[in-house]
């Protein structure tokens, strides 16, 4: 994917699951903030244990199936 097609499809999702509004306050907050995306998801993930995740993820894939 081009760095245009994978904007493109994020802001799609974040449109989907948040409406417009709050996808911009989501990316505006991104912007803001001058942290670590990538520490802040492993923070976040951290709180899971390996069972949990596994759940959740089944749980996912059977409400989003491919």
């Given at each position: 994917?081009?760095?245009?097609?994978i904007m493109d499809a994020g802001m799609t999702c974040l449109i989907e699951k948040l409406g417009?509004?709050?996808?911009e306050r989501f990316i505006s907050v991104l912007i803001r903030e001058k942290s670590d995306y990538t520490e802040w998801r492993r923070r976040y993930f951290d709180s899971f244990s390996s069972d949990d995740f596994h759940a959740a993820a089944l749980s996912y894939g059977t409400e989003n199936p491919l």
């Amino acid at each position: 994917m081009s760095t245009a097609e994978i904007m493109d499809a994020g802001m799609t999702c974040l449109i989907e699951k948040l409406g417009i509004v709050e996808a911009e306050r989501f990316i505006s907050v991104l912007i803001r903030e001058k942290s670590d995306y990538t520490e802040w998801r492993r923070r976040y993930f951290d709180s899971f244990s390996s069972d949990d995740f596994h759940a959740a993820a089944l749980s996912y894939g059977t409400e989003n199936p491919l």
